[in-house]
């Protein structure tokens, strides 16, 4: 039996299991030289238990590499390894670990730059940050369309809920630099253009990932929250 499955949008895992009465026979090697033609370029993992011999023995030969979690890979065109802010990323590397601090500050600057000591000692890579305000992600209204309903925060309007958790845009900077001291990468998701113009002045080049997020926001932004 040959089995591939999706993992995520761009792998796909392999599983192979032969009758015991089949084996020695080639089929292993013969099911993986036909997975390569059926998914070309693609990047393929294996899930193999420690212990079971024979398939680490094929997979080590179809030029698989063994991973994490008992995983191994053969990259193809899709999944090869990159790098963010020196960090390896790819399928035989640690997971990269990104701690979201959104509105967990409670409005104090010194909770978001205790936060970022906690994720760094909590072995987080990266921490993530909301560039937004209220006036750019919602209305100052106060129609039904604009009251939350049901939850910790019933009857509460959006525009208050929002003007309450955003990170302060003046806050960035220093944040950004505490991250670097600490040696945890730092970054944002923006929610409107002029949040893109915002984080563009905190680092020394616009970074092609910046460029895409601002010719997406451009282009499908279709209303604020309601």
Known sequence: MLRLDGIGTKALEVSIAIEESMQGQGL???????VRRLAPGADLAAAIHRDNTASLALFSAAGYAPGRMNLYWSRGSIMSTFAIAGRQIGPTEPPYIIAELSGNH??????ALRLIEVAKEAGADAVKLQTYTADTITLDHDGPDFLIKGGPWDGRRLYEL????????????ALFAYAAKLGVHCFSSPFDPTAIDFLETL?????RSLRLNR?????SQSGRDR
């Not at 680092?203 to 970074?207: A, E, I, Q, S």
């Not at 010719?215 to 282009?219: C, F, I, S, V």
Request: glycine content about 6%; overall charge positive.
């Open 106 to 111: 409670n409005g104090d600057i010194n909770r």
């Open 203 to 207: 680092v020394p080049r616009p970074t």
């Open 162 to 173: 929002y003007s309450e958790a955003h990170t302060p845009w003046e806050w960035h900077p």
């Open 28 to 34: 292993g090697r013969a099911a993986l030289s036909l």
């Open 215 to 219: 010719r997406y926001t451009a282009h």
